[in-house]
């Protein structure tokens, strides 16, 4: 991914989080940043990708998220970014988008249980939620990415 490409959608990631916060009274689970993580993910090579999540994981902490303790999602967000990286080493060129938008929903999970872990072991409080409403959330979210993922190829069919 061209790093102006990333500061657009850092710029746009920024705005719809805030717009969706400025907007409803109530929290709307929805979690913008994954969605360009898994773009980044998908166009970039290992460094590029871990120094990208960084700058976005943390400047949104520093932008938005004024209540959490700064740098927790971060943490939890390059562990599972390098993780991924490492996996998508071993699939087939041709299987890449299907095997990221499968990892999406483990993703997705996996970084809220990270999280907590971190929070636990930092004794910082992370918002509780029953695993049910998670796998809806991760689910939804996954939908979500896989129609971004469609249109994404339909327009842009040569970038990878």
């Known amino acids: 991914m061209k790093w102006s490409h990333f500061w657009g959608g850092f710029l746009l990631v920024t705005l719809l989080t805030f717009a969706k916060s400025k907007i409803t009274q109530f929290n709307v689970p929805i979690e913008f940043s994954y969605f360009l993580i898994f773009f980044i993910i998908r166009s970039s090579d290992a460094v590029r990708v871990l120094l990208m999540t960084f700058l976005l994981s943390l400047g949104l902490d520093f932008i938005v998220q004024v209540g959490e303790v700064k740098g927790l999602t971060c943490m939890s967000q390059l562990l ?16 890449e988008d299907l095997f990221l938008l499968g990892l999406f929903t483990l993703f997705y999970i996996a970084d809220y249980y990270v999280r907590l872990f971190i929070g636990a072991m930092l004794n910082s409080a992370v918002a509780a939620v029953s695993p049910t409403v998670l796998v ?25």
């Open 80 to 95: 599972l970014v390098y993780i991924v990286m490492l996996l998508k080493k071993h699939v087939i060129p041709n299987f």
């Open 136 to 160: 809806f959330h991760a689910l939804v979210h996954t939908a979500l990415f896989g129609g971004m993922q469609v249109v994404y190829l339909r327009f842009f069919p040569e970038e990878k």
